[in-house]
C-alpha cells in the first residue's frame, strides 16, 4: 500500500490549502483516516481524524478551520486547510488505517504560512 501526499506549499496568514492524500488501495472499507503535523522543534500532533463511519474530530487549534474529507471513487483523503496562522507551519502526513492490513503513512508534505 502507498500512500501519496500532496498540496503543500507557501501561503500567506489567511490562507487557503487543500492536501490531499492518494490511496494506492481501496479506502472505501476503512477503520480511520486522519492527518498529523510536525513543526520544526515538535513533536507530531494529530490535528484531525475520520472514523470510517465519517465521525470527525480535530485540535482544538483548528476547530472550524480544518476539514477532514474522503472521496471513495478516487481513494483520497483530503484536509481542507482555511484561514490559516503561522503556527499552522509543519510538515503535514496523512494516514490511513485498515482492519485487516493496519495503518500506513504518506511521506509527508510542507505547509508554510507566511507573508
Known amino acids: 500500500v502507498q500512500l501519496q501526499a500532496s498540496g503543500g506549499g507557501l501561503v500567506q496568514p489567511g490562507g487557503s490549502l487543500r492536501l490531499s492524500c492518494a490511496s494506492s488501495?481501496?479506502?472505501?472499507?476503512?477503520?480511520?483516516v486522519g492527518w498529523y503535523r510536525q513543526a520544526p522543534g515538535k513533536q507530531r500532533e494529530l490535528v484531525g481524524m475520520?472514523?470510517?463511519?465519517?465521525?470527525?474530530n480535530y485540535v482544538d487549534s483548528v476547530k472550524g478551520r480544518f476539514t477532514i474529507s474522503r472521496d471513495n471513487a478516487k481513494n483520497t483523503v483530503y484536509l481542507q486547510m482555511n484561514s490559516l496562522k503561522s503556527e499552522d507551519t509543519a510538515v503535514y502526513y496523512c494516514y490511513v488505517a485498515w482492519r485487516d492490513r493496519g495503518a500506513y503513512w504518506g511521506q509527508g508534505t510542507q505547509v508554510t504560512v507566511s507573508s
Open positions: 488501495r481501496s479506502i472505501f472499507s476503512i477503520d480511520a
Open positions: 475520520m472514523t470510517g463511519g465519517g465521525s470527525t
